[in-house]
Every structure is written in structure tokens, then in C-alpha cells.
């Protein structure tokens, strides 16, 4: 439970502190995957820009996940999603995650700055 609510925090960090830098993106795409070191799908994020979700990517290193961007979204064998806001900047982000439990265990203790917009739903 506390790996989970870390991986948010790094996220919502990340975000916030790539909104603060003007650096061109490592990996084309807006889809930030985040997989457990055996390569599970664990989450999804939904990111506006390839910008954002490649600093995003850059701030979760050194962390027990891996999380890369994509072009393509791989939301397939995820069953549960929750939109997020996260202030500032004021972007929109969709979480998809393994299932419900996941969803609402990651967005019961938002970090501040991130804004729950649609609790958890099956997709």
C-alpha cells in the first residue's frame, strides 16, 4: 500500500516539477506505462503532450518501477480508471489501472496538488 501511494507522489512530482523545465522529450508518446520489475502492467497514465509524460518518465528513475512512454496506449488488460487533475498546472490526466482495488487504494490519499476529478470506475 505504501509503494503504491509513493508511485503516485513520484508521478504527481514528476508532473509538477517537469511543468517547470523546458526539455525536449527522451520517447515519443503520451502513454506512461508503469510496470513492476518483472514487466507487469501495473498502471497507465494518459498525459496531453509526449513532453509531459517523457519528464514524467525521467523523474520515476531510481525507482522499484519502470515506467516508459509510448505512442500507443496499452490499456487493455487494465480494468479501472479515475480522471486526475493535477495543480499546477491544471492538466488533465486519466489513470487506468490492474483493477478496482488498485484504482481506489492509489487515489484514497491524493498528494497535494492532485485533484481526484472521477473516482475509480470499471471500464
Known amino acids: 500500500m505504501q509503494l503504491i501511494r509513493n508511485t503516485f507522489a513520484i508521478i504527481a512530482v514528476g508532473i509538477l516539477a517537469g511543468c517547470a523545465t523546458t526539455q525536449t522529450p527522451e520517447a515519443p508518446g ?10 507487469k502492467l501495473l498502471m497507465q497514465f494518459d498525459y496531453p503532450t509526449d513532453d509531459l509524460c517523457a519528464r514524467t ?10 515506467a516508459g512512454c509510448s ?13 486526475l487533475r ?8 486519466e489513470g487506468h489501472y490492474v483493477d478496482l482495488a488498485a484504482c481506489r487504494a492509489q487515489t484514497s490519499q491524493p ?13
Open 57 to 66: 518518465s525521467r523523474a520515476m528513475r531510481g525507482t522499484i518501477y519502470r
Open 71 to 83: 505512442g500507443a496506449s496499452a490499456t487493455e488488460s487494465l480494468q479501472a480508471r479515475a480522471t
Open 30 to 39: 503520451r502513454y506512461l506505462s508503469v510496470r513492476d520489475l518483472s514487466g
Open 111 to 123: 498528494s497535494a496538488g492532485v485533484d481526484v476529478l472521477q473516482a475509480c470506475s470499471a471500464k
Open 86 to 93: 493535477y495543480n499546477p498546472p491544471g492538466v488533465l490526466v
